[in-house]
């Protein structure tokens, strides 16, 4: 029987790193492209090792910029990025975690009905109402600005929805006795609820970033100046239709660039992410 399950264990890690192989190759064969030089790559002769210009390439993206349709540096796009993907979670977690604290812990007329109207926004996804938006946003004067990349997007039925059926689990006896110590709703919502939600915020923060991050439509309408692009509208426009005009070693260098903060967010919250997924589950 030992040997039975060492032989199943055998198998199973083979095929495991068979499939992690097959994910991981794509990856680094963009990584091999970006330390080589453009005629490598556009000739086909690209070799499956890393090349010699690693840190010309990374340099020069990073802080120069590419001489076709667009110059900005990555550095500056991934500071856009960066700065629109956290503004995306943290507003939606703060107007999450407080829509679904007032809906479960108060009484107020019509609460039920603010709820559904909140979810039947799942429906309504920004494609469908970007023309909207996009009038608001410029009315307000917020074209080509951080709040207008980021303020359209932060409202969320989702998050809503996922704290509410946490809230939901909380026992009664908790708030009973917060009363009886004579804790007002704020320090219920600070000393209590809070500090329970810890994983289910993880977990949204982790799903709100990459979302913020990868974002190409409504960033692509409302900027105009270079200086306000982000790392993923970059990517699209170092990509010309002609392959002798795409800088394909500094397009494969801001492609994995870009993988990296996403990635990095989830290496260092994957316990707390994976725990608030299964908790919200239950």
């Given at each position: 029987?030992?040997?039975?399950?060492?032989?199943?264990?055998?198998?199973?890690?083979?095929?495991?790193?068979?499939g992690?192989?097959?994910?991981?190759?794509?990856?680094?064969l963009?990584?091999?492209?970006?330390?080589?030089?453009?005629?490598?790559?556009?000739?086909?002769?690209?070799?499956?090792?890393?090349?010699?210009?690693?840190?010309?390439n990374?340099?020069?993206?990073?802080?120069?910029?590419?001489?076709?349709?667009?110059?900005?540096?990555?550095?500056?796009?991934?500071?856009?990025?960066?700065?629109?993907?956290?503004?995306?979670?943290?507003?939606?977690?703060?107007?999450s975690?407080?829509?679904?604290?007032?809906?479960?812990?108060?009484?107020?007329?019509?609460?039920?009905?603010?709820?559904?109207?909140?979810?039947?926004?799942?429906?309504?996804?920004?494609?469908?109402?970007?023309?909207?938006?996009?009038?608001?946003?410029?009315?307000?004067?917020?074209?080509?600005?951080?709040?207008?990349?980021?303020?359209?997007?932060?409202?969320?039925?989702?998050?809503?929805?996922?704290?509410?059926?946490?809230?939901?689990t909380?026992?009664?006896?908790?708030?009973?006795?917060?009363?009886?110590?004579?804790?007002?709703?704020?320090?219920?919502?600070?000393?209590?609820?809070?500090?329970?939600?810890?994983t289910?915020?993880?977990?949204?923060?982790?799903?709100?970033?990459?979302?913020?991050?990868?974002?190409?439509?409504?960033?692509?309408?409302?900027?105009?100046?270079?200086?306000?692009?982000?790392?993923?509208?970059?990517?699209?426009?170092?990509?010309?239709?002609?392959?002798?005009?795409?800088?394909?070693?500094?397009?494969?260098?801001?492609?994995?660039?870009?993988?990296?903060?996403?990635?990095?967010?989830?290496?260092?919250?994957?316990?707390?992410?994976?725990?608030?997924?299964?908790?919200?589950?239950?």
């Amino acid at each position: 029987m030992v040997e039975d399950r060492r032989l199943g264990d055998a198998i199973a890690y083979v095929i495991l790193t068979i499939g992690v192989l097959i994910c991981a190759f794509p990856v680094w064969l963009t990584f091999v492209a970006s330390t080589w030089d453009n005629a490598t790559i556009i000739n086909g002769q690209l070799p499956l090792y890393p090349g010699p210009h690693f840190f010309e390439n990374y340099y020069r993206i990073l802080f120069v910029g590419t001489s076709g349709s667009t110059r900005e540096p990555v550095a500056s796009m991934m500071f856009n990025s960066f700065v629109m993907a956290m503004t995306i979670a943290l507003g939606k977690i703060f107007i999450s975690v407080l829509s679904a604290y007032a809906i479960v812990y108060y009484r107020f007329p019509f609460r039920m009905a603010a709820f559904w109207i909140i979810f039947v926004t799942l429906m309504l996804p920004v494609e469908v109402r970007i023309f909207p938006t996009f009038k608001v946003v410029s009315d307000l004067g917020m074209l080509d600005s951080y709040q207008g990349l980021a303020v359209p997007l932060i409202a969320s039925a989702t998050g809503t929805l996922l704290f509410r059926q946490f809230f939901m689990t909380i026992p009664d006896e908790l708030l009973e006795a917060s009363k009886i110590d004579g804790a007002g709703p704020f320090k219920f919502f600070k000393d209590t609820v809070l500090p329970l939600s810890l994983t289910t915020i993880a977990a949204l923060f982790v799903i709100q970033f990459i979302y913020g991050w990868n974002q190409y439509l409504w960033p692509l309408l409302i900027t105009t100046k270079d200086s306000m692009q982000t790392i993923v509208i970059g990517i699209r426009k170092m990509i010309t239709t002609s392959d002798a005009l795409t800088e394909w070693q500094m397009a494969m260098a801001t492609a994995m660039l870009a993988m990296l903060p996403p990635v990095l967010v989830v290496i260092a919250m994957q316990r707390l992410f994976v725990k608030g997924l299964v908790e919200t589950e239950k």
